[in-house]
């Protein structure tokens, strides 16, 4: 009996050490530097509206441009999103993915809005007191989001995101990753100039609950503001989008470097996508510009209403750019409106459940996506009808307008037309 109790406890003693083995092999493959991408708002949150995009389209975009540049060239790195679909998700949620996940960096992609078309530029937040009240509107309106919540003030403690009160408890705060955090936030700022030319608004610091919540070095990011038109257009191009990623994926690369070496790793051969780049690019189309004959003069004579002066436009074309001279009048086409239901990357089918039983659909595709439509009226009153019908099954539905093939926003169509 004294035997088998020997062997057994002899027995448990390696399945104890075989089990730590284990257990400390798998930690050691699971080692990896962890970023969590969070694309902000989704689902039912629009964020921001500009007069082509929405923000929660543009933030996604962008993170998932970011994520496939960094899992394509970081093989020891682990790229964890809060979301890759259209989806809504609560500020704790998001948190609670980082810190599920033990994040070792944490990077929120937002896109800026301002009463005024006139503010531009890129700036990234960092936690703390806001000292202005232009960094305390931000924070406050990216925190609105938790009033969608029911019992939102017992979820977040008492927080209230439109009370300035509520912002005090940041003045007292200690983050412990501050000090990286600003680091990161540098050099992205120093990356959205060099990279990509954008305005540098720089870094700043405001109380973000997502941030305050998430236990690693963490940055927000506001790409530019969808309020300028101007910007706008740039962030929902394919090219302003992946020059935006690109940028702060080269921080990134900064970032991970110093991390590596302050942790006694060895650091990665991995470097930043280079400007030449684009510099290339540019290079490769001023030959193929310069390489078109000179532009062919067509003139145009109609029938209909004269006009006084002579009207000069270049038509772009894919073989030689024509310059139109309209010498006897102008044919003034009438805005088209639509009700634009939403937008995605995948081609979906009429039939699909995504409509919502709404029949007649039709789409266009701009800038990669494809973005489904209802109606097509000249008077703006038949379209709101329209869009009032299916508010309840598309609440973040909007009316937009064509002249011809050119999309435009509705408040300049009806200035047309008045």
Same mark, same amino acid.
């Given at each position: ?43 039912? @949150? ?18 998932? @441009? ?123 700022? %120093? ?223 009806? %200035?047309?037309?008045?």
């Amino acid at each position: 009996m004294r035997l088998i109790k020997k062997y057994f406890a002899v027995f448990q003693y390696y399945i104890l050490v075989l089990g730590i083995c284990v257990s400390l092999s798998a930690n050691a493959q699971d080692v990896r530097f962890t970023v969590v991408l969070d694309a902000g708002h989704g689902g039912h @949150d629009p964020g921001a509206m500009g007069d082509i995009m929405r923000e929660k389209d543009i933030n996604l975009s962008i993170t998932l @441009d970011l994520g496939t540049i960094i899992e394509q060239n970081f093989k020891d790195v682990k790229v964890v999103y809060t979301r890759k679909t259209d989806k809504y998700l609560t500020l704790q949620e998001r948190a609670d993915v980082v810190n599920n996940h033990h994040a070792d960096l944490f990077i929120c992609i937002h896109t800026n809005a301002a009463p005024s078309p006139s503010a531009y530029g890129a700036e990234t937040f960092t936690l703390g007191l806001a000292k202005t009240k232009a960094n305390l509107d931000v924070a406050m309106r990216e925190n609105s989001v938790i009033t969608l919540e029911e019992n939102y003030k017992t979820k977040y403690h008492g927080f209230d995101p439109n009370s300035v009160d509520s912002y005090i408890m940041f003045e007292f705060m200690q983050d412990k990753y501050i000090d990286r955090s600003i680091d990161f936030a540098s050099i992205i700022q %120093k990356q959205f100039l060099s990279y990509c030319n954008r305005s540098d608004r720089g870094v700043r610091q405001a109380g973000f609950w997502v941030l305050h919540r998430s236990a690693c070095p963490s940055v927000l990011v506001e790409l530019g503001f969808i309020s300028n038109p101007t910007e706008e257009r740039y962030l929902s191009s394919d090219q302003g989008q992946k020059e935006m990623a690109t940028a702060i994926f080269n921080a990134f690369v900064d970032y991970k470097r110093a991390h590596d070496k302050r942790s006694g790793l060895q650091t990665s051969n991995v470097t930043k996508i280079d400007q030449k780049v684009k510099v290339e690019e540019h290079k490769q189309l001023q030959v193929a510009r310069a390489a078109e004959e000179t532009p062919k003069k067509l003139v145009v004579n109609t029938q209909q209403n004269r006009v006084t002066d002579t009207v000069i436009k270049i038509i772009s074309t894919k073989q030689t750019p024509v310059i139109v001279t309209v010498t006897e009048s102008k044919i003034v086409q009438s805005p088209i409106f639509k009700v634009q239901l939403f937008a995605s990357k995948k081609n979906v089918k009429p039939n699909a459940p995504d409509f919502k039983g709404i029949k007649n659909v039709d789409y266009f595709i701009e800038k990669g996506l494809n973005k489904y439509t209802i109606g097509a009226e000249t008077d703006y009153q038949k379209i709101e009808n329209i869009r009032n019908k299916i508010l309840s099954k598309f609440p973040n539905a909007f009316i937009i307008a064509f002249v011809g093939d050119q999309k435009i926003s509705a408040k300049e169509a009806l %200035k047309t037309i008045k």
